[in-house]
């Protein structure tokens, strides 16, 4: 468990305080996937760093795993830190070593320094990371992915239980980004990981995440399940970023829908209600008519959704709407 209490983080610049995050309490629970959200500026970076103190806040405690990280003295620290693994936008590699080598420099800090002991276990993760045959070869003979799966391998060298990832897919393009997405998320499957990552896309947030927190101006705006805030986002800013994920939708938005007759509704359905026949058997039940303006069936993680916008018409409207909500789908009214 990693819990902010109270915590909160000014910056001293040019003599005078920067407020880069104001106080807040967070607590993430072991073993979820927690995304943190914001634009550039927002206090994402300064977030992440606070839980292995690379920032020390200015104010409030921060706990991981019951210990308090805030109350250690270094060496305390340094052992704790350990325990907290950490990747980066731009891999941070050592350019002159071997991938190997690469993975092997936490393993030997930590005090390992039985060869085969440390052979064994970069093999053990070059493996887990699809890299088994690329021990040999240095950073600049890699790709960004395969960077990237370097820098993963190395953050796990000392099994640790968090796992923090800095923007970790920015620097990829949209394919690379799904695997190194893919590869973190059965990571967190597969040895039970915290992973706690930063992102200003939602639609890193909707692939991998279980829970997310949306921060603007050093403040948190906004948090919840990724399918709560994802399908139903209420503040401006949050809103703005499920926009830029859903690009089809919101570029038709409004435009024709003024013409259109009948009560404007979003339909939201997730899980087993995506599975059930419920609009077509409501609207026979009741003689309402619909129009489908806007559409979309994807995942939010593992769990299946559907949201579709549509005007609906017809005497009896207000009983079809009673009747979809028994059947789980989830609606909103929107205005005209
Ligand atoms: N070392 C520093 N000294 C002074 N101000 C800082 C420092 N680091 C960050 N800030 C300020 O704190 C605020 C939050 O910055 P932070 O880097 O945490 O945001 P971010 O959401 O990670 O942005 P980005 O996505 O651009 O990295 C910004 O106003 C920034 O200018």
Redesign the pocket.
């Known amino acids: 468990m990693i819990r902010f209490v109270d915590v909160h983080k000014s910056?001293?610049?040019g003599g005078r305080d920067?407020?880069?995050?104001q106080r807040f309490n967070l607590d993430i629970a072991d073993g979820e996937v927690f995304g943190i959200i914001?634009?550039?500026?927002?206090?994402?970076?300064?977030?992440i760093r606070l839980i292995n103190l690379l920032e020390r806040p200015s104010g409030g405690q921060v706990f991981v795993d019951d210990v308090e990280m805030t109350a250690l003295a270094e060496p305390a620290l340094r052992a704790q830190r350990r325990r907290i693994g950490m990747i980066f936008q731009h891999f941070n590699l050592l350019a002159s070593q071997t991938v190997a080598d690469n993975v092997a420099f936490p393993i030997r800090l930590a005090g390992e320094r039985r060869a085969a002991v440390v052979r064994q276990r970069v093999e053990e993760l070059l493996a887990r990371v699809g890299l088994a045959d690329h021990a040999d070869k240095y950073p600049s003979q890699l790709s960004g992915g395969q960077k990237q799966r370097v820098g993963i391998a190395r953050a796990l060298a000392n099994r640790p239980s968090i796992l923090l990832c800095d923007?970790a897919t920015s620097a990829l393009d949209p394919q690379t980004t799904a695997s190194v997405l893919a590869l973190l998320a059965q990571i967190n499957r597969e040895l039970k990981l915290t992973i706690v990552l930063?992102t200003?896309e939602m639609d890193v947030v909707r692939r991998v995440c279980d829970r997310v927190a949306v921060?603007d101006g050093?403040a948190i705006v906004e948090r919840g399940s990724v399918a709560d805030v994802f399908l139903h986002p209420q503040h401006a800013t949050t809103k703005r970023f499920v926009n830029e994920a859903l690009p089809e939708e919101s570029a038709s938005a409004h435009v024709p829908y003024a013409q259109v007759p009948g009560r404007l509704l979003r339909l939201s359905f997730r899980g087993d209600a995506t599975m059930t026949p419920a609009l077509g058997r409501v609207a026979r039940e009741t003689g309402i008519d619909f129009n489908i303006l806007a559409g979309r069936i994807d995942r939010i993680k593992d769990l299946p959704y559907g949201q579709l916008t549509l005007a609906m018409q017809g005497d009896r409207v207000d009983a079809a709407l009673a009747a979809l909500r028994q059947a789980g789908i989830e609606i909103e009214e929107l205005p005209r």
């Open positions: 910056y001293r610049a920067i407020p880069a995050l914001g634009l550039s500026g927002a206090g994402k970076s300064t977030l923007e930063i200003h921060l050093g």
